[in-house]
């Protein structure tokens, strides 16, 4: 009996809408789960993030391993305490950060070496050491070693990579001690629908309580990524939650749902707050125009985050014009409750049987420009 | 009649306890007031500077003449709206900013130009044109532009700054054309304790709401501030509220008090946080050492913060060594939390008629630094 279950509550063509339950929660599904990297989420406190309803939050193993230490964390009570979110967490497990940062990279069958780019140390992850690294964490779904690959790539090598990811899937849930915790296998197989689906039915054997897809949004180009992973969700058990890693935009959002997904991540928010961006349903503002100047409205007249509720885009512009610090917070907080709520809304869509509709109007919102 | 009453409810010694009632609100003295300079407060936000405790916030009419200009901040609402505070504002009058931040300064009887730093632009200040931004921003206590010196300096270009500094004053008041703005003074004369008490004396005759005292923290001994600072509170009419602009560190708002001083205002609780500071009340933390690595205490256990009542120094520590931006606003939220406290203590022990005791145990405290 897994630590985690899901419920399907409805469905609405491909489109689902459920709920995950968690020794630290629930989170309803379709999700949208902020990114805290370094156990921080960059501007935003954990009050912050409670506010703009956050269900399930992530860290990064990859990170914490090497600052402060897996130890550290687990003798300062686990990630929950240390980060101070008592929800549902999800640690990844550095595959694709071993693959995206690190330098010097030698894999073996056994698992791959590298140096930190952080202090130039060699490091090594095996699949029972990322595992025994978010026992120490303590999140409650974990990320099994994975083999991800580039975009384009020679499919022999995509080959060998779903077969070493295959492999370490197995060896992950075998090392692992904790019963508390979820692992989610990742199923990779680049733009190989059959890669895919091979990769998908050898991880469906492991009966694990989630599965999750890797390897997108590496470079392909926008359309293959959702029809490839189709695919491959078609090949996942109906009753376990799917989750697509590192995607993605509002779009994205809504075409990862179309295809079957559950649960996405992403940076962009965070990310988009620190270059002065924000996100409405009518496209998405550059803060630092001029034409904000003298503009009274708040950035989304239909949001109720604080951001919204309390400055104008002329406030906004001023600090972003002034590059003030104060500006990533305001835009996190109101690009992260944006993309929370366009996962609520997606969700009563789906209940209500009307998400086609509901993600034809949407994109087109987006697509508007001229908030 | 002013627009800014004050009440004096209690006083030990020459420290005084009191009640400031402005337009937008009340403020309790004696009042630490966090500097908001461009109209934002680094990393907090309003709801954090409203949850520590804040009475009154300052923002600076030298930068925001620049940007965004303050004819923007009164088009899109005054500076309350603009930047979401509801309570007590004070605008500083960008005297100090154009003496220690300016290039090619050129003073002359009616005014003084200078290049901006920020874009080049040769801008000119003058008393009335000081009033006017202010009066444009709205805040509730505005400053005159003044003639802040150097320390050391030459007696005779003290008394020429003393004069311009009358004058200016005298002008400021003239020039006033909102009646729910109270202008406070500010005395200059360096450390000439003689020139001091003949500036505040004939600032004293133009009956204002409040005094400042402006050109400390310049350079100056430390002992030689306190001494100086008392003689000139001492000029002061006792019905009316003394503001030390600038000044300083927990020690130094202990030492303004016991001087007789009532408002201080000061960026060092968002600087220190910065720099990875936390105050206690044993002491400054440095929360880069290696020490509070696995340490499950939080800053200060005697304090409610969200910072300390969620994270421990661990955590702190982490995030200090990885230069994550979110320790800023942690540690800003904790410093400035603690400052406000210990202004909220300082006025309860004055109440009591034990603040020399509360000063002296306070002071032991931040001395032992084995925090």
Known sequence: MSALSFRL???????????????HGEATTPAFMPVGTRAAMKVMTVQDLRTAGAGIVLANAYHLMQRPGEDVVRDLGGLH???????????????????????????????VTFKSEIDGNMLRLTPER???IQEALGADIIMPLDHCIEYPAEREAVERAVDTTIAWARRSVAA????????FPIVQGGMHDDLRVR????????????????????????????????????????????????VGTPADFLAAVAAGTDMMDCVLPTRNARHKYAFTPRGTLRMRNLKHARDERPVDDTCDCATCTTHSRGYLRHLSQMDEPLVWTLLSIHNVTFM????????????????????TRTLAGLAVDDA
């Not at 469905?11 to 020794?23: E, K, L, M, S």
């Not at 599965?211 to 009753?239: H, I, K, M, Q």
């Not at 809304?345 to 509901?358: K, L, M, N, P, V």
């Open 9 to 23: 509550e409805a469905t609405d063509g491909f489109a689902r809408a459920g709920r995950i339950v968690t020794p």
């Open 81 to 111: 305490r240390f980060m101070g979110w008592d929800g549902p967490m999800l640690t990844d497990s550095g595959g694709f950060q071993v693959w995206s940062l690190a330098e010097l990279r030698r894999m073996d069958a056994d698992g």
């Open 130 to 132: 990322a595992v025994e």
């Open 176 to 183: 692992q001690t904790r019963t508390d915790q979820a692992l």
């Open 199 to 246: 990769c998908a039915e050898a991880l469906v054997e492991l009966d694990a309580p989630g599965y999750a897809a890797g390897g997108f949004s590496v470079g392909e180009p926008g359309e293959r990524t959702w029809v490839t992973l189709a695919r491959t969700n078609d090949v996942l058990p109906t009753e376990r939650p799917r989750y697509l890693m590192g």
């Open 340 to 359: 929370l709520r366009l996962a609520r809304e997606t969700r009563a869509a789906i209940a209500g049987g009307t998400f086609a509709a509901f993600r």
